[in-house]
């Protein structure tokens, strides 16, 4: 062991080079004392050890009681050589026999060491665990180490991280000694000390290299609402400026681009489109299906959060986007149901629904062809409609009369009843 000086000297600097109180070194040194000594006269004894605090020196004693009749003499001591030894001898008291620690400090600090070298270990894990705890969210860059059952290992300079199959974009390409951009997403503690995992696929990724590249959203002038991600195929951001006179999509595409290019570069060519944020859902919605052109938005269910979105003939296949990615992406971006149609296949729908709605009107009971005509081209197409008209609306029709009126009604109400 070291000595006096030597050993508070060497223990502070630990303490300040490794994180370590001094006061648990000295616990472990103190412990080692107790151990070793036990192996070298046997485990059944009572022995305690300290080291003092000012001055480094170390002291270990054993503890006996104070009895007339020996029966263990590990743990008991004889009153009359309890006497002899100077110390207070009431039977049924302690007293403590000072040891001579050279003849087993040489054990005591190979264990003492061992165990400090262990406790710095333990430090120096929860010192970069805690560091990495700190990171979950950012980008860090690294090296592929190795590929394990398609498990990337990136080499992050102080540790290792796993980028699972799972954070992975299934087209991005990678080889060992690449070197690879990733957002770290979990740390957690297991056996060898911090399990950090990465990701290429999540959103946070897309996040913190728009606040790399557009100062404004580090500075919170511009805000992220809503990111919506498929990895490798299109990313959806909503965005928003605090500032009126910021543009929050211009803001973030940069002069030709010269923003938003290398954050495409990063994604591998990935689409990324910037949508303005809006409290107004027919805005926003028309907002999230870019880059379609759309007509118009029709709220179908406030509740349900249903709505029917209209675009050009043109423009349907960009609005749905390949495998639908595209609407799929609105809707998560929104929160809303979106039914995408053409005007073409909306103009159809409405042909079919009119053609059923004259079929039904033309099966009114008793009602003559000419006036079925006249009802139609008046635009009174619907049974459900017609019946709760009054024979005053109906007699503003050429050729209609209260009679006649009366008899459309009734035979609407009868046709109505028969469904």
């Not at 994180?19 to 070298?40: P, Q, R």
């Not at 302690?94 to 165990?115: G, H, M, N, W, Y």
């Not at 665990?129 to 990171?135: A, G, L, N, Q």
């Not at 960009?318 to 929104?334: D, E, P, Q, S």
């Amino acid at each position: 062991m070291a000595e006096k000086g030597e050993l508070l000297m060497a223990l502070e600097q630990i303490e300040k080079d490794k994180k370590i109180k001094k006061e648990d070194i000295l616990t472990v040194i103190e412990n080692a004392l107790v151990s070793a000594y036990k192996k070298h006269v046997g485990r059944n004894v009572n022995v305690e050890a300290k080291v003092n605090t000012e001055t480094g020196e170390m002291a270990a004693s054993v503890i006996k009681v104070v009895v007339k009749d020996v029966v263990n003499p590990l743990l008991e001591i004889h009153v009359q050589d309890a006497k002899k030894l100077g110390q207070p001898a009431d039977i049924g008291s302690e007293i403590k026999i000072p040891l001579d620690t050279q003849d087993f400090s040489r054990i005591a600090a190979q264990t003492a060491k061992q165990v400090i070298v262990q406790k710095i270990r333990e430090s120096e894990r929860d010192s970069l665990f805690d560091e990495m705890k700190e990171k979950v969210g950012q980008i860090v860059n690294g090296v592929i180490y190795r590929i394990a059952n398609r498990n990337l290992i990136i080499d992050l300079g102080k540790t290792e991280a796993i980028l699972p199959t799972s954070e992975q974009v299934p087209k991005e390409k990678f080889n060992v000694g690449q070197h690879i951009r990733t957002v770290i997403i979990k740390v957690e503690k297991n056996f060898k000390g911090s399990e950090i995992v990465l990701s290429r696929a999540s959103t946070k990724l897309v996040k913190k290299l728009f606040e790399l590249e557009v100062p404004e959203i580090y500075e919170k002038v511009v805000e992220i609402a809503t990111i919506v991600r498929e990895p490798g195929m299109r990313t959806k951001i909503s965005v928003l400026s605090h500032n009126p006179k910021v543009d929050p999509v211009g803001t973030c595409v940069g002069v030709k681009g010269a923003r938003v290019k290398p954050i495409i570069e990063e994604l591998k060519g990935e689409r990324i489109d910037l949508v303005p944020f809006s409290v107004d859902p027919v805005k926003y919605i028309a907002g999230a299906l870019s880059p379609a052109k759309v007509v118009s938005v029709v709220m179908i269910s406030e509740e349900d959060k249903k709505a029917e979105v209209l675009v050009t003939d043109d423009m349907l296949s960009l609005a749905i986007g390949k495998n639908g990615h595209n609407v799929r992406l609105a809707a998560k971006l929104t929160g809303w149901h979106i039914d995408v149609k053409s005007e073409g296949q909306n103009k159809q729908e409405n042909d079919e629904r009119v053609e059923r709605q004259i079929e039904a009107i033309e099966k009114l009971e008793g009602i003559g062809k000419k006036t079925i005509e006249v009802i139609v081209k008046a635009g009174f197409t619907n049974i459900e409609k017609l019946k709760l008209l009054t024979a005053d609306d109906l007699t503003t029709l050429p050729g209609i009369g209260q009679k006649t009126a009366e008899k459309i009604i009734e035979a609407a109400k009868k046709l109505s009843k028969n469904k």
